[in-house]
């Protein structure tokens, strides 16, 4: 009989003990995770699986110190995120039995630097009046779920005012179009999340130049190319209709923005250090053609025309080295198309025609190739008259002519 009563006891005792309930465990999570960027807030949170309705008080714990903060709240905030690696886990504690969790696994939170925008013009920084040009935006490293908003200099205000109803897409594209002397200027953009509440950092800034044949001046380049190697002279002259007092040469710089080098043209004696679009412009606005000058940073570059052709001429593009005879094998490209392979090193269009406008660039031997260059080309129109010619040359100047040298030091290629 008591054999019999010790085994019901028994029975009853691992009945018992098999439906205890399991001690409970800490889960915790963390948003945004696992990607986190610079400046980002982290909202942890701790979850004890089967003990939702027990008065909890929950300790959060760092690169394995306990208790390094412990709140009656699930959630805890770091922010905005400094360390480049954290640790953390969590465990919670009835205020009420004292009962304690299990700790949760660890969540190990790594910081990315911020994505950046990237802008870019297409098909080109130059267009006349009336065509359409894109603005181009992504954000780099490339991930979903970015919207973008576009953004125009303002000279007077100096700073980059949102462009209308730029802030309406994810497609990362902004079209103008068409496109008037108004549209000429520095463009930005900016990368959203708002699933996070993140932002991206203004891009760099890109130009555009809008076309419209009909100013007062001409800039010229001598030789007249886009390309030239670093130590290499470069003349530089704005021919001006009627008075030329008051005008000015104009750059711009990937970068760096826009700037003024003189005064005026006569008192011009500055050196050219990058590579930058260049334009003469008057105290009223008015404007020269614009030059893209591309200081080669190889010893390789395209000879192509730096000015306008006019429909109907005979334009010739040479794939040259340095110290080098142009007699070698050559890929010429538009547009990242191979269109001809020349034996000499150079490729002649006898008509050109507006079909023939792109961006161009030469390859050596699939080892070697120039910067990309744009060939504009333009209709056929009457030349200005009664034009007065004031030179402007970088560098040296000599006697009274107010002629100028243009010494290339360095070079930094500007994309």
Known sequence: MEYASLLMILVMSTHIYAGQTPEPKAVLTANPWPQIFSGETVTLKCKIQ????????????????????????????????????????????????????????????????????????????????????????????????????????????????????????????????????????????????????????????????????????????????????????????????????????????????????????????????????????????????AVNITVADSDLILESPALPVTEGESVTMRCRYQKTPFNFRADFYKGGSLIRNETTGEMTISAVSKSDEGLYKCEHQGKKDSPASWLTVRGIGPRPSNEMTVWLMVGLDTLHARRYTLKILEAKCCG
């Open 50 to 289: 089967g003990k939702e309705d027990y008065d909890w008080e929950y300790n959060f714990n760092f690169n394995n110190r306990p208790g390094t903060y412990t709140s009656t709240k699930s959630t805890y905030r770091i922010g905005p995120m400094k360390r480049k690696r954290l640790t953390c886990t969590c465990v919670g504690m009835s205020r009420r039995t004292r009962q304690r969790s299990l700790p949760s696994e660890a969540v190990t939170l790594t910081l990315t630097e911020r994505p950046k925008a990237v802008l870019s013009v297409l098909p080109a920084w130059w267009l006349n009046v009336g065509g359409s040009v894109n603005l181009s935006c992504v954000v780099e490293p490339l991930s979903p779920g970015w919207r973008f908003s576009w953004y125009k200099k303002d000279k007077q205000l100096n700073s980059a005012q949102l462009l209308p109803d730029s802030d309406r897409g994810v497609g990362g594209t902004y079209s103008l179009s068409p496109v008037g002397r108004n549209h000429t200027g520095e463009y930005r953009c900016r990368g959203e999340r708002r699933d996070r509440v993140l932002k991206t950092e203004l891009s760099k800034s890109q130009f555009l130049w809008v076309e419209d044949h009909s100013h007062p001046a001409s800039l010229i380049v001598t030789p007249d190319r886009s390309q030239h190697f670093k130590y290499e002279s470069v003349s530089v002259s704005c021919e001006v209709q009627g008075n030329s007092t008051g005008w000015r040469l104009k750059r711009y710089k990937n970068n760096e923005g826009m700037s003024d080098l003189s005064a005026d043209i006569g008192s011009l004696t500055v050196y050219l250090h990058d590579t930058g679009v260049y334009w003469c412009e008057s105290e009223s606005g008015e404007h020269s053609n």
